[in-house]
């Protein structure tokens, strides 16, 4: 069978014609909100015969390889005995700076057109129109040019000759790929209790385009038993890609090693990591200016040699490879990661890239979507991800600062505005130090627009670009506020809260669930996974789950005699936290002297944990410790973890803090973790926005409390026990520290192997 190779006209004309520099200094967002309504506005302006957005298509067969290109011309116009492509483009450039060859690309798409429609119906020749209009005046320009089919042709026919290398790089990969996928096997000897469950309800689940929310314990084998049924599923062409996505870079570790894993039996399938543009710029500030950057400058001269030669080496594509070849073609490592992953078979990234609308892969159409799995590692860490994802927040201090730097100038008028309505709300927060609407404000949307349309003015000047950081970030928070304002609805509300001159005002997103279900529709799997997708209703309510959706719970593999459960019943509240520690401390001296090993100890916030460590120390200066500090970058976290040494035969402890970096995702095996102390339930700490999430879940008949803290204090709990159990072979101890656990609402959020404890005073001594 002739292979194919599918194609947007689009993506052809922009792989041969794209060229130049990426130039990030300023790009208005109103081309963006903007560019759909001025098409409708030049498109409404058409002749009754006239056509609009009319679908093409048309096949070319290239040594041995079938082109199928397509897309939508903007409009197709009958003139007399003419017949007239209109590619129609929205832009924030002066028109007067628009020559008639200063975008080739764009004469390239309409000429594609041309030649389908030419081809389709027999025409000798066409006459092909670049539209331009500013986004913000509507101002019009249009250039035309005759071309006959012969040139038309000609030039198609270059594109693909043009393409062609790529192509051919890219079947030839896809052949290899399911190839080595239809002979992988399951990477392991056996499968875990539970593993080859989990993926084959997985397998099931992509085979019928459904969802799945599953909850399998700390050391089954998440990774791979998500990732090996989805490969399947590609090499077997149910699908084209997948998502892997993950809240931390320790699990984004865990999915490269897997496929590093599957590489060495054999798998050949392209996967990209993407790392964040801060973490992975060459340069000291991300300065994306071809003045600033040397590899910004040129990127897209140098990029398709770039995106051939990496393919035609590596497969797994991690944030190392990425920097080798962007340094050796000069280019910007993070741009070419998302060049990259817009054509690898799995891209392991942040939710952020998927979900989040201010960041989200925009390349990635609707197409790509509905062939394509999300894998969601860690979900329970989607539901806060989401709220912040789908939030959006303004300061006054801002606007005031703006205010004095921006005297007399277009920007005056609309900044003087804002901080004004900034002063008006402090006023109406004097009584309460804070204020709490449900409604849309639309006059503060109304000035926001207004403060955008001016700032992009401003902007846009260039002389004026270096010195206008402070502008531009407030320029992006507006416009970030006023695209979440089209999401508002009855799931969000406004709050401003003062501290000290400061008044900060957020609309937020107090159920995520509707967003990101219609973020997940568009995919044709999605697969939520994580150890502690419990209680399950509630994270079926809050990511967005359906009756349609299957839910799979697997038990634990482990042998319950694996693990000793104790309990200490202290009260850790904030106001008996002074008293609990040393009975803390007590116990602790008690452990790690009589059983020596590598133990880690949680606490439900920073002052608390630094101030038992205090007092720790003091007490056993003989016992060797480490403490999690409140800035911690990689390379801190990867010391901190190597300290847990496997042959250990002192007594060690680590103070980390519940719910951060050291909480999940972290896996000590064998003997570099024998013990986990947890203090207190987890529960987020008090404050206005908790406390609105409360009263909101309250009026939808749930148990706001629940939702808003005892649910998310208790996944911290579960993870950070976690951490003990990771193989058949791992033993240990878990202490549990807090009168509440002795409750029956809390003895049913614990695990069943959890729920039989002894007291501490109980623990033996002589193991």
Not at 133 to 145: G, L, N, R, W
Not at 221 to 243: C, D, N, Q, V
Request: hydrophobic letters at 35%; glycine letters at 4%; a neutral charge.
């Amino acid at each position: 069978m002739q292979p194919e190779i599918k194609l947007s006209v689009r993506s052809l004309v922009e792989y041969v014609f794209r060229s130049g520099s990426i130039d990030q200094r300023f790009r208005t967002a109103t081309t963006l909100t903007e560019g759909t309504k001025a098409h409708q506005a030049i498109q409404r302006t058409y002749q009754e015969n006239d056509e609009k957005e009319v679908f093409l298509k048309t096949e070319i067969e290239y040594k041995k390889i079938m082109f199928i290109i397509e897309g939508r011309c903007d409009g197709l116009l009958f003139r007399d005995d003419k017949i007239l492509i209109d590619e129609i483009k929205s832009t924030s450039r002066e028109l007067s700076d628009i020559e008639e060859e200063s975008v080739p690309v764009h004469w390239a798409q309409a000429k594609v057109y041309a030649y389908i429609y030419a081809k389709d119906y027999g025409q000798n020749d066409m006459i092909v129109q670049l539209t331009y209009i500013h986004a913000v005046t509507s101002e019009q320009k249009k250039f035309q040019k005759l071309f006959t089919y012969q040139e038309l042709e000609q030039f198609v026919f270059g594109l693909v000759k043009h393409y062609y290398p790529y192509a051919s790089l890219m079947q030839n990969h896809q052949l290899r790929r399911n190839h080595s996928i239809n002979q992988l096997s399951f990477p392991f000897t056996t499968y875990r209790e539970g593993q080859r469950k989990l993926a084959g309800v997985v397998y099931q689940t992509i085979s019928e385009e459904k969802n799945i929310f599953a909850n399998a314990p700390t050391g089954i084998g998440k990774t791979i038993s998500t990732i090996f049924p989805t490969l399947k599923a590609i090499g077997e062409g149910k699908l084209h890609r997948m998502f892997y996505l993950t809240a931390k870079t320790i699990t984004r570790q865990t999915a490269e090693e897997a496929f590093s894993l599957m590489k060495t039996k054999g798998l050949c399938m392209s996967a990209v990591t993407i790392t964040a543009k801060e973490k992975i710029c060459f340069k000291e500030e991300t300065i994306c200016q071809k003045e600033y950057c040397e590899f910004a400058n040129g990127y897209y001269d140098r990029i398709n040699e770039a995106v051939l030669d990496i393919f035609s080496n590596e497969t797994f594509i991690n944030r190392q490879k990425i920097v080798e070849y962007a340094r050796k073609h000069t280019i910007c490592p993070f741009e070419f990661s998302l060049d990259l992953a817009f054509v690898a078979d799995a891209i392991i990234c942040d939710y952020n890239y998927i979900f989040d609308p201010k960041v989200s892969l925009k390349r990635f159409f609707d197409e790509h979507k509905r062939k394509s799995a999300l894998l969601i590692d860690e979900a329970h860490n989607l539901v806060d991800r989401a709220r912040e994802m789908f939030s959006a927040v303004l300061q006054k201090s801002d606007f005031l600062s703006l205010k004095r730097a921006y005297k007399g100038s277009v920007l005056y008028e609309s900044v003087q505005k804002l901080n004004k309505y900034f002063i008006e709300l402090k006023k109406k927060c004097s009584e309460k130090g804070y204020l709490v609407w449900r409604e849309l404000d639309e006059h503060l949307i109304n000035i926001l627009e207004e403060f955008v349309d001016k700032a992009e003015k401003e902007l846009v000047q260039p002389s004026k670009q270096v010195e206008q950081s402070g502008l531009l970030e407030t320029y992006f928070a507006a416009t970030g506020f006023v695209r979440i304002s089209n999401l508002y609805d009855e799931q969000y509300v406004t709050y401003v809260e003062i501290e000290k001159n400061e008044v900060r005002l957020k609309m937020f997103c107090l159920d995520p669930s509707h967003l990101l279900q219609q973020v997940s529709k568009k995919f044709r799997t999605t697969v939520y996974f994580s150890a502690t997708l419990l209680p399950f209703q509630y994270y079926l309510d809050m990511l967005g789950g359906t009756t349609e959706d299957y839910t799979i719970s697997i038990p634990s593999p482990f042998e319950k005699e694996q693990t000793e459960i104790f309990l200490q019943p202290l009260s850790t509240r904030y106001q008996d936290r002074e008293r609990s520690k040393k009975p803390i401390i007590d116990m602790l001296s008690k452990l790690l002297k009589a059983r020596s090993g590598n133990y880690l100890i949680f606490f439900p916030s920073y002052h608390y944990m630094n101030s038992v460590y205090d007092d720790f120390i003091t007490s056993c200066p003989d016992i060797r410790t480490i403490i999690q500090t409140n800035r911690i970058d990689e390379k801190e976290r990867e010391q901190f973890l190597e300290e847990f040494k496997e042959d250990n035969t002192e007594p060690f402890l680590g103070f980390a803090v519940l719910g951060g970096i050291f909480s999940e995702g972290v896996d000590l095996k064998g003997n570099r973790l024998n013990g986990v102390i947890v203090v207190g339930v987890g529960l987020p700490q008090l404050c206005l926005e908790r406390n609105i999430m409360k009263d909101y879940f309250q009026t939808t008949g749930k148990n706001g409390y629940d939702y808003a803290y005892t649910f998310p204090g208790m996944n911290k709990v579960l993870q950070a026990g976690g951490r003990l159990i990771r193989s058949e072979t791992d033993t240990g101890v878990i202490v549990l520290v807090d009168d509440r656990f002795l409750t029956q609402k809390y003895q049913g959020l614990l695990p069943r192997e959890w729920r039989d404890f002894e007291y501490v005073q109980n623990l033996p001594i002589d193991k």
